[in-house]
């Protein structure tokens, strides 16, 4: 199995949605080659008419594309290995979880530290990523971070539901981690490795299920270092 | 088993928890005899040292109060009818989605109709309501609801999560409704019962899901008249 993941200038793996991908590969203890690219070398990753994006996994002579559709295909393909996304109502309310990581978490912290990610990827990805999401959000990249420290408590705020789960156990899916925790490390991940700016309190109940999260299948987490 | 319901004025069951309890028995296909109270007439239902609040269930001599521990009961308690709310990560997923809709849902309709809400009211009901909610709010009725043409569109904009799950199919649970949508209506439901400010665009996929849950159960929902 090979899992196509990016790379910033610091050889850092930062992308989050391969995070959810590399915690799920370790959680059902599949081993795995990583190869590295940059935004640059998406298109070239595609053989025929289908469009590839991070993360890819190729096995069995076989490229599936999109972190809920790999996982899925984890699932189906070893069977034997605990099962992450649940088919039938369990499965669409993880979905569910996943759109509100992808319009909280993400969208939050991207409004954060959008500059300092393009700051940390290879020089050669600069344009593409400037001209790509200062369209998405018709702003320049210095706009969309500016005035962070007055913005940080509303995005703070704004994830109280994981604070609440987060008091009924240890992870958001209870005693054991599971596929809702990986969602939503993917994205602190995400921001841990490509900016310094401190998102969560360091008393939050979020920073310490982050650090529980970070110490997870030998410190898989931890093993890329922190941006500085 | 007897539901012990809120009523306003109008004789209308308003509480969005207690939709949640209505919905799970339909769904599960229990009957039950409703007893109406008064925000009054609550301290009164308690016979020990417990406080109940609404929806409180009576069951084989048991009063069992909180929607969560309500349906968490009627599982196990009937273990022939559908189970909805599932043991392990998944169910620990949707309580995080009752934790969404609580801090989202219901507290973004809130700070759209609550004034409306009170006024709905039995007048004997309303000195506890405003001195409750005035307090929790630190603003009066009139302040939580005014400019609410202006927030409305901010409202709209945070249920994007939901939004995007009824991309995947009629029901938030899928193809049929399960307990996810049953949270998640009960605070729509509850600004129907009380209030005639429109929440949703009519052309919102929202919109036609509530629409979809109020036909349910031969029209649970519509047998209670909306706030004209």
Redesign the interface.
Known sequence: MILYDLVNRHHTHFSPNSWRVRMALAHKGLSHEVRDVRFGDIPGLASGEDKLTIPTIEHAGRKITDSWAIVQYLDQAFPDTPRLI?A??????????Q??V???VHSGISHLILLDVHNSLHPSDHAYFRSSREKMNRKTLEEVQAGREERVEAFRKSL???R??LA??P????E?P???DYLAFGGFQWARLSSSFPLLAQDDVLHAWFMRCLDLYDGLGRKEAAAS
Chains 1, 2 share one sequence.
């Not at 992870?171 to 209870?174: A, D, I, N, S, Y």
């Open positions: 649940a039938g109502a369990e499965g669409h309310v993880l979905h569910f979880f759109y509100w992808q319009t909280t109280q539901p994981l609440m789960a009924q156990g992870f958001v899916c209870g054991q599971g596929y809702a």
